[in-house]
């Protein structure tokens, strides 16, 4: 069964950084698309970056040039570098996984992230 768990959330001053990591288990870890999501209070949960087997990325317009998504297949963990935070960054962070057969999403249960001014 596979598992996720996020760390490495916190509190963050705004224009400060933060990298938040998800450790992966219970699945073939290189051969998955990763993505990290997050869920404002009373907001819809929004993608905000993927990154595939071969290591394509992609983000969302509100954290391109901001954010980083990475991997290391050798540790089963993907990576969320976030710099130049903003308070609109304030949310729960959600690590993914997609099973590419099925499209069955899995979740970890997120780290909060919180960027105060």
């Known amino acids: 069964q596979v598992q996720l768990e996020e760390s490495g959330g916190g509190l963050v001053q705004t224009g400060g950084s933060l990298r938040l990591s998800c450790v992966a288990s219970?699945?073939?870890?290189?051969?998955?698309?990763m993505g990290w999501y997050r869920q404002a209070p009373g907001k819809q949960r929004e993608l905000i970056a993927t990154i595939s087997s071969g290591g394509h990325t992609y983000y969302a317009e509100s954290v391109k040039g901001r954010f980083t998504i990475s991997r290391d297949n050798a540790k089963n963990t993907v990576y969320l570098q976030m710099n130049s935070v903003k308070s609109a960054d304030t949310a729960v962070y959600y690590c993914?996984?997609?099973?590419?057969?099925?499209?069955?999403?899995?979740w970890g249960q997120g780290t909060q992230v919180t960027v105060s001014s």
């Open positions: 993914n996984q997609r099973d590419p057969l099925t499209n069955y999403d899995y």
């Open positions: 219970g699945s073939v870890f290189s051969s998955y698309p």
